[in-house]
Antibody
Framework: EVQLVESGGGLVQPGGSLKVSCAAS????????MHWIRQAPGKGLEWVGH??????????AYAASLKGRFTISRDDSKSTTFLQMKSLKTEDTAVYYC?????????WGQGTLVTVSS | SYELTQPPSVSVSPGQTARITCSGD??????AYWYQQKSGQAPVLVIY???RRPSGIPERFSGSSSGTMATLTISGAQVEDEGDYYC??????????FGTGTTVTVL
């Protein structure tokens, strides 16, 4: 059974940093690209970025609006992907999801809430 | 930046057909995907690669794409189909993007 479990969300002050994690199981994590998506309260879905697998040099890509502040990484030995966020703004308040997909298979975690507020 | 445009809302009577459009300049060269999201839940994929239906998704959900527009059709909509629907695709540079979202009401 595929499972994605995000963790690490919480309250952070504007300008601060936070690192959230997504632990995966039930599929070939090391051979898979992993995506991060976020959803601000009452708003739509926003693709944050992705990280590809080792054969693809762990290449990353990010939404243009976030580039430079967010960094995606992975630890294949722990089947975990990470989203490092810095210089956080109030508008970064959102539920952050990780996602794995392969053709018609598509799985999301339950999300972790990040609140940026003073 | 690349945008996928959807109508904000669609209303349909039970048993009737709902159509949700998604407009984007790169759709002629890139697949469209469709997600359904119910309140407080993670999105669920209902159509992938323009018109393919994942296992477990009812046959009343179908997708098509022509030119710069992709369409999700719900044939014989049911009350449980209410929710928000998002298209998803990539642009010519490989950047991923979600559509603006459409709220479907069945009443």
């Amino acid at each position: 059974e595929v499972q994605l479990v995000e963790s690490g969300g919480g309250l952070v002050q504007p300008g601060g940093s936070l690192k959230v994690s997504c632990a995966a199981s039930g599929f070939n994590f090391s051979g898979s690209a992993m995506h991060w998506i976020r959803q601000a309260p009452g708003k739509g879905l926003e693709w944050v970025g992705h990280i590809r697998s080792k054969p693809n040099n762990y290449a990353t890509a990010y939404a243009a609006s976030l580039k430079g502040r967010f960094t995606i990484s992975r630890d294949d030995s722990k089947s975990t992907t990470f989203l490092q966020m810095k210089s956080l703004k109030t508008e970064d308040t959102a539920v952050y999801y990780c996602r794995w997909s392969k053709g018609g298979l598509d799985y999301w975690g339950q999300g972790t809430l990040v609140t940026v507020s003073s | 930046s690349y945008e996928l445009t959807q109508p904000p809302s669609v209303s349909v009577s039970p048993g009737q057909t709902a159509r949700i459009t998604c407009s984007g300049d790169a759709l002629p060269k890139n697949y469209a995907y469709w997600y359904q999201q119910k309140s407080g839940q993670a999105p669920v994929l209902v159509i992938y690669e323009d018109s393919r239906r994942p296992s477990g998704i009812p046959e009343r959900f179908s997708g098509s794409s022509s030119g710069t527009m992709a369409t999700l059709t719900i044939s014989g909509a049911q009350v449980e189909d209410e929710g928000d629907y998002y298209c998803y695709s990539t642009d010519s540079s490989g950047n991923h993007v979600f559509g603006t979202g459409t709220t479907v009401t069945v009443l």
